[in-house]
C-alpha cells in the first residue's frame, strides 16, 4: 500500500519540476496594442512603443470617445508593441484642457508632453492599456 502512494507522489514531483520549462512565455513577441477610454471625456493619445529588440517609435495622435476602445494603426498596419518591454502613453483630453501626468516627456506635433509607463494586460496577441482618469 505504502509503495502504491509513492508512484503518484514521484509523478507529481516529475510534473512541477518540468512546469516552470513548459510555462515560461516566449520573450520579445510583437502583439498589437488596443487602449481603452474609461474617461467621460474624448482624449488623444501618443504612444512610444518598441514593435522589435533595439526600436522605439512614436504614434499617434488617436482621437477616443468616451469608452470607445481601438486597436490604433501606422502605416497600414496595427500598432504592435513588444510584451517585455517597458509601454509609454502620453495623452491630452480632446478640448486641451487636461493631460495625462508622469515621469517620461516625449516632444510630439511641436508640443511636450508628460506620459508614464502603461499598465499592460496581454490577451492573445493583443496588448490592452486601459486610459482611467
Known amino acids: 500500500m505504502k509503495h502504491a502512494f509513492l508512484s503518484p507522489v514521484a509523478a507529481l514531483l516529475a510534473l512541477c519540476a518540468a512546469w516552470p520549462a513548459a510555462a515560461e512565455f516566449p ?12 474617461c467621460e471625456d474624448s482624449w488623444r493619445f501618443v504612444f512610444v512603443h518598441s514593435p522589435r529588440p533595439g526600436e522605439w517609435l512614436k504614434s499617434g495622435f488617436y482621437l477616443l470617445d468616451p469608452g470607445e ?19 509609454y502613453y502620453y495623452g491630452e483630453r480632446a478640448d486641451g484642457q487636461m493631460r495625462t501626468t508622469g515621469d517620461h516627456g516625449i516632444n510630439f506635433a511641436d508640443a511636450f508632453y508628460n506620459g508614464r509607463e502603461a499598465i499592460r494586460i496581454m490577451r492573445g496577441k493583443s496588448l490592452e492599456v486601459w486610459h482611467d482618469c
Not at 520573450?27 to 474609461?38: L, T
Open 27 to 38: 520573450k520579445n513577441i510583437a502583439r498589437d496594442v488596443i487602449i481603452e477610454n474609461r
Open 69 to 87: 476602445r481601438i486597436k490604433p494603426t501606422r502605416d497600414g498596419g496595427a500598432v504592435q508593441h513588444r510584451d517585455n518591454a517597458s509601454l
